[in-house]
DNA sequence: TTTCACTGAGAACATATGTTCTCTCCAAGC
DNA sequence: GCTTGGAGAGAACATATGTTCTCAGTGAAA
């Protein structure tokens, strides 16, 4: 029987994932992914067939291990509590780095339907679970009740891709941390 | 004597904005380059030496020809007024292509300093311009007293990136101009 | 211990791509 | 009209880069 294969695809994904936030899709070469990752030529092409192949799954990978668990929190539906939760938990996450998801929208959406169709798909999903959390505030009076939730729901949707942004800028984080607390605070009932 | 250039330089630049807009600084090759701008490589070399320095230049005629005039809508500083006018404006800028500087920023600003200064700068000025109409507002009783200056226009200014990135995935924007009324309207004095 | 299917490392390859060079042609001055 | 310095078009070049191939080495099974 042959030896088997010595590396963990869980963490070449993972470890990919860095490789592409610092260099984006184009500008991550195969030598860098290669060198930074546990893993070779060989295996990369026996794996995953592509470049391009190998985008999509690093970007499933990132979505299902590193948003999901934090998009999970917002789906706790707890109301303004989840909403807190989910921006604490996304701040830390982005602090420093941004989102892997949103890099690869602006640099290849143009191009790329399937990076796309990922993006919306995250869109939507975040804009229906504010959209939950919000009408459960707004039953516990949590909220005011003159404000529209669709519109705030995809307010607050817009606001996450912008700290995505702003968090390759910023090297510290403790501003949007207080961004998020004046973001809330003109929703809540007096 | 020899002919004079042919190609006008303004144009070109402008034309090159939706050549990077499209495929991003990496996936946008230089073939393609040529073809769609009113250009030749010899040209292209002798004006900007290489790829990179051409995109200081694209990317400086976009902020002093696009961003510029948008962002001067909100130093006006009319109040509530001047940031309606603003967003209405970015909206429809941004509307199904997205915004330039914001692309380059997530694709190579952990590589490339300058494209970082650039965002840096113009993320300064739009918050100090935020701060400034919401200074007013609040003087003249357009927006609730209790609400933090700084953290407000930061939270704006983040949500102008967001715009930028939603502005890729969402063909239309009627949306988005539907949201900013629901980013603004709790701000009101009741 | 021998076998051998498969791994790992990197050489090799083909193509893509940024950059430079060549050559023809034009238009302003004589 | 002739000259000529620079423009325009694209061939040519060198390198970068995604992909494939080769081959020695390894570890489980017999």
Redesign the interface.
Known sequence: MPRKALYDLQAVLTQAIDVL???????AIMDEIIARTDFNRRGFYLEFGSKQQFLYQVLDHYLHTQLDPIVGLLEQNQGLVSVHDFFDAYVRHVRG??CLL??M???????DEAV?DR??HY?DRLQIAFIGCLEKAQRHQQV?AD??L???A??L??????????A??AGDTD??S??????L???ATE
């Open positions: 936030l610092e260099h984006g899709y184009h500008g780095r941004g949103i890099n929208i602006t640099e290849m959406g143009f191009d796309r993006g919306r869109l005011r404000i529209n669709e519109s705030t995809l307010q949707t817009s606001y996450v891709q912008g700290f995505a942004v702003n390759v800028l501003e949007l207080l961004a998020t607390r004046a973001l605070g003109p929703l």
